[in-house]
């Protein structure tokens, strides 16, 4: 048991404190410290943050919490020490960097075991109220051995940050966030009291001094804080201070049909690089670099998670943590069959058709007659709103690529019973196409109130979208798959993606003036979609409506200072995937306004100045730096990596970022890769949610058992325990129910593709695929998921393909050459008889051939950063390839610099 002690005055002091003025010289700027008896009470950024404050109002760094006992007594339990143990807590300026050393001494004649040693770090990083993100600064961590650190940034991602890491043989290895964020060098007690309720996965060490007087009475440790230049300054920092700067390609959620590379960069010996499974993991050194960075490919059969563990330097080490899952189109087939699975078909059931919540613990089905542990006003989960919606949009798109026909009369099922009528006013009720919001549509149909609460809860214009991208799907299904029974015409589902689309921008503004136009909205990336299909279909008054509005929005978004956080929360990360969308339509606008509309072209100064200020948000709240799976590309919420990562926008826009490195980043490989690494690790990231598996694995990491194997959950949670955001107790792990992932899965979908790059650290990589050299071709073979993007990045040029149906054949169909003069494909088709499919085509300007399996041929030239639209004949009974070749006379140098 714990005995409290009574506050025991530290002994914590500034070293050569009055020596020191107020502000004292970094290296590249200045840090504003102030002491008070020896605790750092103010720390300020430079003249370029504006004397912004570091150090929570009222708090103070330096204080250091322990748990102690000496031989035959209790625990106890002290901050800044107590009887027998000295603490001894100092500050001191030196070498371009504040350093803070902790002494622990032993003042007993008996031996003294620290079983806990803690620090808290109360720095500003509250963002629960509105215009906290002008105020605070969010905590980038990564707690792992020798290897942690942690910086911090502000809101608009101004540089330096401020970063802290460990000096000597000092080790982090446990955190907690629950009554204020504190980081342990020893966690041994703390982590036996997890027993039973909750989970870790890095061991917990101790403390033993000797009796006072003796060597080894005492231990130091130390940390040390100091500006960095930006991310590449954070890097710098670890390297600098004989630590690890680790990069990983494609990601750290890694398929199980494609390797890892890691990259470690260290002053210090990189020693070995070892495997949590040995038997089950294949390491292989590829290469090494100048500066010292070492190469390793890892292939992972065990799946799950996978711990690697760094050791270098002087008896260091920090782990790296992997997560390994089935190949991409096994998951995407699993889920969309689980979803489709889990549906209340009873019809005496005012909610039949809903495509039902699950949970994986306790193996429930949930609905509105049990919402099994979903308490209160968040009952809305079961049925509407994102968690709700999110299904039903990721069926929809997963069916556009893979159709399964049970699939899709589950989805029609949803749309005919509960959808239509129901949570979706029909053309003939007073707000066509309105969708109901929560706690759900029966209870608001029903409402005495005639109002906004009750049976005009039609308002909130998140709810939209995912609706439309639901319809949009079963338009592509019923349009490009002729061989697949759909309740609906293609033009039927068109409309109703239209109407609800043009609900979107007129209804919730009608009820409750909420504006359409302010807010960027996961899942509303498909309106330009939309919008080109209804121009395919000759509904040119429907697409230039649409296209009308969508150009409002984006000119809202340029001309004006939106608040790229906000969202129904003071602080959120949702939007990225939209903004991005929102600033390439208006990059492209400026460039080439549509005729069609009357506003003025788009400045395009502005449109790029807000391409990169929504790039730098979509950053600023994602973990780049931190070399764990739930934090390498996860979106981050006002509580950093503590909670709730891997949400739905870590593939959203993680999208956006890999999009920025293929079209925006230039041509050189040294800038298009960042972004390129870090997208793709986004994209892939939350498929670590994905409860799946082989019967050797026991049908799933997380939640074992045959009826789990596709299930998901909503997001990951780094505690040992807690709460999530619905309410439930939760272990180190995923939640028990999916919630909203389904949103992230639709991102990931509509981002999935194969990209072959020069990289400079990396050299020459395929994402989402592999590849080799076969007979004056690079062959690759697609492991996307999805199969319809192509993306080479080689030499300082680039190609792009995609397919609006079909797939590229997996293994070996798709050839390019080095200079991407000339490629060959084959394409796959489930649709029997022979129809066209459309491939849209980007790469260097000049004159094309393009030829087909059935010897016919066709020339096409292609403009300056122009796209060109080739219907491509299909014969499944021709299994030849197809081929594109630049005429010569048309080719384009290779850059200089493109490495």
């Not at 075991?113 to 906290?132: A, I, K, M, N």
């Not at 290895?173 to 009554?179: T, V």
């Not at 293929?662 to 986004?682: M, W």
Request: proline share 6%.
């Amino acid at each position: 048991m714990f005995r409290k002690i009574p506050f025991v005055r530290a002994i914590a002091r500034l070293a050569l404190a009055l020596a020191l003025a107020p502000a004292f010289g970094l290296a590249a700027s200045s840090m504003d410290a102030k002491l008070e008896g020896g605790f750092l009470v103010s720390l300020k950024g430079p003249k370029s943050h504006h004397g912004m404050e570091y150090i929570a109002p009222g708090k103070r760094l330096g204080d250091v919490s322990a748990r102690y006992r000496t031989a035959g007594e209790d625990w106890r339990e002290a901050t800044n020490g107590g009887p027998g143990l000295s603490v001894d807590s100092r500050f001191e300026a030196r070498g371009g960097g504040l350093f803070w050393t902790v002494k622990l001494r032993n003042t007993t004649g008996k031996p003294l075991e620290v079983g806990d040693l803690s620090l808290p770090l109360p720095l500003r990083t509250d963002f629960s109220r509105h215009g906290s993100e002008k105020t605070s600064v969010l905590k980038h961590s990564f707690i792992s051995g020798s290897g942690s650190f942690l910086f911090w940034m502000r809101p608009d991602s101004a540089k330096p940050y401020l970063t802290m890491t460990t000096l000597g043989d000092t080790s982090l290895e446990y955190w907690e966030a629950e009554g204020g964020y504190r980081i342990y060098i020893h966690a041994k007690r703390a982590l036996e009291a997890l027993r039973g309720e909750g989970t870790w996965r890095q061991p917990g060490t101790e403390l033993r001094l000797n009796p006072a007087g003796s060597e080894g009475d005492s231990h130091t440790y130390g940390f040390k804080l100091q500006w960095a230049d930006g991310y590449d300054g954070v890097r710098k920092v670890l390297v600098d201070e004989g630590h690890v700067d680790t990069q990983v390609v494609p990601g750290m959620t890694v398929p199980s049909d494609l390797t890892a590379t890691v990259a470690l960069r260290s002053k210090a010996r990189i020693q070995t690089l070892e495997a949590e499974f040995p038997t089950a993991t294949t390491i292989v050194e590829v290469g090494s670099r100048k500066d010292g960075t070492r190469l390793f490919q890892v292939r992972f059969a065990r799946l799950g998670e996978n711990r690697l563990t760094v050791r270098y330097g002087n008896g260091r080490h920090l782990y790296l943590e992997f997560f390994s899952t089935e190949p991409l189109e096994t998951l995407i087939q699993k889920r969309g069959s689980f979803i489709a699975r889990h549906q209340h078909r009873d019809p005496a059931k005012w909610y039949r058709g809903l495509l039902a919540e699950w949970n994986m613990e306790s193996h429930t089905l949930l609905g509105p007659d049990n919402y099994d542990q979903i308490k209160g006003w968040r009952i809305y989960e079961v049925t509407c709103d994102d968690p709700g919606l999110g299904k039903p949009a990721f069926l929809a798109s997963k069916l556009a690529e893979y159709p399964v026909q049970s699939e899709v009369d589950a989805l029609d099922e949803y749309l005919q019973h509960f959808v239509w009528g129901g949570l979706q006013q029909t053309e003939a009720e007073p707000f066509p196409y309105g969708i109901y919001g929560i706690p759900d549509w029966k209870q608001n149909r029903e409402s005495p109130d005639p109002g906004p609460k009750g049976r005009q809860h039609l308002w909130r214009v998140y709810d939209y979208p995912h609706i439309v991208a639901t319809y949009l799907g079963m338009y592509r299904v019923a349009r490009h798959h002729p061989e697949v029974r759909t309740l609906l015409g293609a033009e039927t589902y068109l409309r109703r993606a239209y109407g609800t689309c043009l609900a979107m921008f007129t209804v919730p503004m009608a009820i409750a003036k909420w504006s359409p136009y302010e807010t960027g909205y996961y899942n509303e990336t498909v309106i330009p979609h939309l919008i080109g299909c209804l121009e395919k279909e000759g509904w040119k008054a429907e697409s230039r409506t649409l296209a009308e509005h969508w150009d409002r929005k984006a000119r809202f978004f340029v001309n004006g200072r939106p608040d790229l956080f906000g969202s129904e929360y003071p602080f959120d990360s949702t939007g990225f995937e939209s903004t991005h969308a929102l600033a390439t339509y208006a990059l492209k606008s400026s460039a080439q306004k549509s005729p069609a509309l009357k506003s003025p072209a788009i400045d395009r100064a502005k449109a790029k100045a807000f391409l990169e200020r929504q790039l730098k948000a979509n950053l600023f709240c994602r973990g780049w730096i931190e070399p764990a799976y739930y934090l390498l590309g996860s979106d981050y919420r006002g509580t950093g990596g503590d909670a709730f990562t891997l949400s739905y926008m870590s593939p959203m826009g993680g999208g956006a970022i890999l999009d920025h490195g293929l079209n925006h980043a230039g041509n050189q490989a040294r800038n298009q890769a960042p972004f390129l690494r870090l997208g793709y690790a986004s994209i892939l990231s939350a498929w670590a949610l994905m409860n799946t598996g082989t019967a050797e694995s026991g049908y799933g990491y997380w939640f074992p058992g045959p009826e789990n194997d596709g299930g998901a959950g909503g997001g990951f949670e780094p505690a040992a325990k807690g709460r999530t955001w619905l309410g439930q107790p939760h272990h180190r792990g995923p939640w028990y129910y999916s919630s909203e992932s389904d949103l992230g899965f639709c991102g990931a979908l509509r981002s999935a593709s194969t990209i072959l790059a020069d990289d400079p650290l990396f050299g020459r990589i395929c994402y989402g695929g592999t590849w080799k050299p076969a007979e004056g071709f690079l062959e690759v073979a697609l492991k996307d998921g999805v199969r319809r993007r192509f993306h080479a990045l080689l030499g300082g040029r680039k190609l792009h393909l995609q397919l609006d149906s079909d797939r590229f054949a997996a293994s070996g169909s798709m050839q390019v050459k080095e200079d991407l003069s000339s490629l060959r494909f084959r394409i796959e088709t489930a649709t029997p008889g022979r129809h066209t499919v459309e491939l849209r085509f980007a790469g260097e300007p000049g004159l094309y051939r393009v030829e087909r399996p059935d010897g016919s041929a066709e020339r096409f030239r292609l403009g300056q950063d122009a796209e060109a639209s080739i219907a491509l004949p299909v014969d499944p009974a021709l299994a030849g390839f197809y081929a594109i070749t630049r005429l010569p006379g048309n080719r384009k140098p290779a850059s200089k610099n493109a490495g």
